[in-house]
């Protein structure tokens, strides 16, 4: 009888460590981005995640083509963070306008979101939306690409949504979920969330892959 009482109390330790070692490989994901849409996105696909800031110049070699932008920047914020930890899925992204092979961000100042507008309006451009998913293991880097048409904006129209629509922290100067979208853009080709700033069909494939692999 006591060997039968040892024999279940060792097998109820197995069990215990079993499921301690199983919570502590438990992947756990950050998100290296600050955008408030992009946040509100993950979150809606369902995944608990952290924010984690990254400092990284954004920049690109001039010689790289313009439909490459998007996945290197991307890949550049994601290798800047150092501390990335076994059991960590690290996701950063990068949008990016492009209208007639070139390559519009954020804009510095009022003054170059004018003229972003300007070169939009009227006009079709692409939106490249690259995400990176990294884990000490592996990277995955990937683009999605949405095609835009908008109507002509006044120069009125462009100084009011500069003044109302808060454009200095979106690629193009323009966010589809504001009044920009709402009034000027006529047409879309792609996914509307890769234009938003997150492809959330490929991170939602990616992201459930790399969480089974790593169970």
């Not at 460590?17 to 946040?39: A, C, D, E, Q, T």
């Not at 110049?57 to 790289?64: F, G």
Request: charged letters at 25%.
């Amino acid at each position: 009888m006591g060997n039968r009482r040892n024999e279940e109390c060792l097998i109820l330790v197995l069990i215990g460590i079993h499921w301690i070692n199983f919570y502590k490989k438990k992947m756990k994901i950050l998100l290296g981005s600050n955008s408030p849409r992009r946040k509100e996105l993950l979150h809606q696909l369902g995944f608990d995640f952290e924010t984690v800031k990254i400092d990284c110049e954004e920049v690109y070699p001039e010689n790289i083509p313009s439909e490459a932008v998007a996945e290197y920047l991307a890949a550049l914020k994601n290798s800047a963070y150092k501390d990335l930890k076994a059991n960590e899925i690290l996701i950063t992204s990068d949008t990016v306008v492009i209208v007639d092979d070139e390559v519009l961000g954020k804009p510095k100042d009022e003054q170059e979101a004018f003229l972003m507008l300007k070169k939009l309006s009227g006009n079709t451009h692409f939106v490249d939306t690259a995400i990176c998913l990294r884990t000490q293991e592996q990277s995955i880097v990937q683009t999605d690409r949405a095609e835009v048409t908008v109507a002509s904006l006044s120069d009125e129209e462009i100084k009011h949504y500069i003044r109302e629509g808060q454009p200095l922290d979106k690629a193009g100067s323009y966010g589809i979920q504001d009044w920009f979208g709402l009034a000027k853009i006529t047409q879309i080709k792609g996914s509307y969330y890769t234009i938003m700033g997150l492809p959330t069909h490929l991170l939602y494939s990616h992201l459930s892959r790399l969480l089974e692999v790593n169970r």
